[in-house]
């Protein structure tokens, strides 16, 4: 897992994690699915970790994890 998108420093800096095959993964999934948690963010620091997920080989996979420092439309449309 490596660092992909560090948007700057900031109040709304975002981090994005994903190894180096993770594009091509979702390039290649017909349907992409997000899911966002609260409780496991780092304190002080971001508000959400939101984690996209990909099909491949039949299967699910987690391939991009960000952590987002507010819930909203600007946000997610940045992620």
């Keep these: 897992m490596f ?9 709304d ?7 180096s095959r993770a594009g091509d993964i979702l390039n290649c999934s017909r ?7 609260f409780d496991i963010t780092p304190p002080f620091f ?3 970790v939101f984690v996209i997920f990909g099909e ?3 299967h699910v996979h987690p391939l991009l994890y960000a952590l987002l420092p507010k819930e ?3 946000t997610y449309k940045y992620l």
């Design 3 to 11: 660092l992909q998108v560090d948007s700057g420093p900031g109040m």
């Design 13 to 19: 800096r975002i981090l994005i994690f994903s190894r």
């Design 31 to 37: 349907i992409w699915y997000g899911d966002g948690t």
């Design 46 to 48: 971001y508000y959400q």
């Design 56 to 58: 491949k080989f039949g």
């Design 72 to 74: 909203d439309s600007a």
